[in-house]
T-cell receptor, first 117, second 111 residues
Framework: GAGVSQTPSNKVTEKGKYVELRCDPI?????LYWYRQSLGQGPEFLIY????????DSGLPNDRFFAVRPEGSVSTLKIQRTERGDSAVYLC???????????????FGPGTRLTVL | AQRVTQPEKLLSVFKGAPVELKCNYS??????LFWYVQYSRQRLQLLLR??SRESIKGFTADLNKGETSFHLKKPFAQEEDSAMYYC?????????????FGTGTRLTIIP
């Protein structure tokens, strides 16, 4: 079946602009995660949704970053007033959720490469 | 605070030789550990998890709580094993589920 999809695959923007990154999780997955991967680093957790609500947003670096999942499926990561330091690959993952804690596999999307000039 | 350390950024091994990718963690709770792999031009995917104690593509990993390690091993490397490998720790509390990743090791198998 279809995996996690993310659009766009690449986004180039100028410093100070607003961007939106979209994630389509696997159908039926209630849990959705956003991670950010900078060059030479492993993915870093940003935010986790269970259904429509953000269960943990402790990884969002500052208030320029915001994410929504209004209908419990598609999620959008929004970045305001982008800075050059925001350049990274943004990864989305989903899992079944609701199972025994810690046993759900997270399935990753291909990522969106964001470049801020 | 939780942390995952992969001390080797790069590792080259001859085909047919044994492979060991090192991973150490620090976490005060009961750890759940994973290895993820990313092949060239593919997405990040789960290789194995310690809780299932299975062998995938000939790889195994044993959780050693005394040494706080979860090293990935394979007795005979194959060319298709060349990839980026990430060790990850799952923090799972009520309502909180997130992976903490190491910085990754790029494994190259020399033909």
């Amino acid at each position: 079946g279809a995996g996690v999809s993310q659009t766009p695959s690449n986004k180039v923007t100028e410093k100070g602009k607003y961007v939106e990154l979209r994630c389509d999780p696997i159908s039926g997955h209630t849990a959705l995660y956003w991670y950010r991967q900078s060059l030479g680093q492993g993915p870093e957790f940003l935010i986790y949704f269970q259904g429509t609500g953000a269960a943990d947003d402790s990884g969002l670096p500052n208030d320029r970053f915001f994410a929504v999942r209004p209908e419990g499926s598609v999620s959008t990561l929004k970045i305001q007033r982008t800075e050059r330091g925001d350049s990274a690959v943004y990864l989305c993952a989903s899992s079944l959720g609701g199972g025994v804690f810690g046993t759900d596999t997270q399935y990753f999307g291909p990522g969106t490469r964001l470049t801020v000039l | 605070a939780q942390r995952v350390t992969q001390p080797e950024k790069l590792l080259s091994v001859f085909k047919g030789a044994p492979v060991e990718l090192k991973c150490n963690y620090s976490y005060s709770g009961s750890p759940e550990l994973f290895w993820y792999v990313q092949y060239s031009r593919q997405r990040l995917q789960l290789l194995l998890r310690h809780i299932s104690r299975e062998s995938i593509k000939g790889f195994t990993a044993d959780l050693n709580k005394g040494e706080t390690s979860f090293h990935l091993k394979k007795p005979f490397a194959q060319e298709e094993d060349s990839a980026m490998y990430y060790c990850a720790l799952l923090l799972s509390n009520f309502g909180n589920e997130k992976l903490t990743f190491g910085t990754g090791t790029r494994l190259t198998i020399i033909p």
